[in-house]
């Protein structure tokens, strides 16, 4: 289930989903009998982030309804280990929560982005200072699809150094933290980190990692 | 780590996170040196599901400037299991993905909900016609604190019944699936299931068995 960073050129998310074929797969098949038809698509309302889509649909029943969700790009979240084995945190004011948040290095794919595994690498180096020595994608899951589009496209770090300068984005002020693995391991499980991909990102590393 | 129903009065979430005090907790001091100081607030835009808030806000810097985030409520994830241990999902379609999505039973807080195991139970019985014999709550994440300020509070439900008719919203059509708990727990690992609140929840659940 990891892949090689090699092997990520930017659709090799979709093509590890693809190509299974059990029960416990997701369908993409529009033919389903519960698929929706979409006859119009527009950007009902943009701001800095993200923009707000209505879509126009007929639901399998006939009804004609719209439809309204948030619209963003892509993006990465990095679970970076020193030579150690200690975890690179990052904490960081959330505005939408209101408090000091603990998490991983992420952020959204950017238009000049050669691959994914490419924006895994600089989100890490422009949030935390450290570099990478070797990358590997874990997985890609939508966080909450019933209300946005966004992916996240999840990576383990290896053999990360202080080796490069913090460079935010002019709203971003990010404190950095190192801590052992096994601690923040236990706060994803006991519930105190929030931050659902990070916690995500953990657990599901943590859970691939016992069964490679 | 988990809560008896009879200790999820609502704000239950809050007070398990806020009792805790290491290094591995997410900070809430608005006292922090990363924090934001908010000088106005209102609704930029509405639409059926949430709106979007636009915050005047101070960077700890000084700078002056906006911030946009979606405002929607808080909701409960149930993960399901039958008295076999089978897990009880939902597959229903997601337009802002574009297919048919495999997860657990969820749905926002309702204004007339007591509380959120309250709210876990009503959203299994309306979405999967399954009543549970007993409820526990597991933890909370946001899913996306940088975008919004979602809360998902997830619950395990045990001994669950196919004892309730489906109610279903006129824009939901659910079909219900019953499959073998490591079946499900492997697609969570694996990357065939992609709903991230899903995931993380069987992927939670999973970790603090092992370790009550």
Redesign the interface.
């Known amino acids: 289930?990891v892949d090689d960073e090699t092997t990520d050129e930017g659709d090799g998310a979709d093509a590890?989903?693809d190509d299974?074929d059990?029960?416990?797969?997701?369908?993409?098949?529009?033919t389903?009998?519960?698929?929706?038809r979409?006859t119009d698509s527009a950007i009902?309302?943009a701001?800095?982030?993200?923009d707000?889509r209505?879509?126009d649909?007929t639901?399998?029943?006939g009804?004609e309804?719209d439809?309204?969700?948030?619209d963003?790009p892509e993006a990465v979240v990095v679970l970076p280990f020193t030579p150690d084995g200690d975890v690179v945190l990052v904490?960081?004011?959330?505005?939408?929560?209101?408090?000091?948040?603990?998490g991983l290095p992420?952020g959204s794919l950017e238009p000049d982005d050669d691959d994914i595994a490419a924006a895994a690498r600089r989100e890490l180096a422009e949030e935390t200072g450290f570099e990478a020595g070797s990358l590997e994608r874990v997985?890609?899951?939508?966080?909450?699809?019933?209300?946005?589009?966004?992916v996240?496209h999840h990576f383990v770090a290896r053999d990360c150094e202080p080796t490069a300068e913090q460079e935010l984005d002019?709203?971003e002020?990010?404190?950095v933290a190192v801590?052992p693995y096994e601690?923040?391991?236990?706060?994803?499980?006991?519930?105190?980190?929030?931050?659902?991909?990070a916690?995500?990102g953990i657990?599901?590393y943590?859970?691939?990692g016992r069964?490679r």
Request: net charge negative.
């Open positions: 289930m590890t989903m299974a059990t029960s416990t797969d997701d369908s993409d098949a529009s389903d009998e519960l698929a929706w979409t009902d309302y701001c800095p982030g993200f707000v209505m879509d649909v639901l399998p029943d009804t309804t439809f309204h969700y948030v963003e904490e960081e004011w959330r505005q939408a929560v209101g408090r000091v948040n603990r992420a997985g890609s899951v939508e966080p909450a699809n019933g209300l946005l589009n966004s996240h002019f709203n002020s990010i404190r801590e601690d923040v391991l236990a706060a994803a499980v006991d519930g105190h980190l929030r931050d659902g991909r916690v995500l657990l599901r943590e859970l691939a069964w």
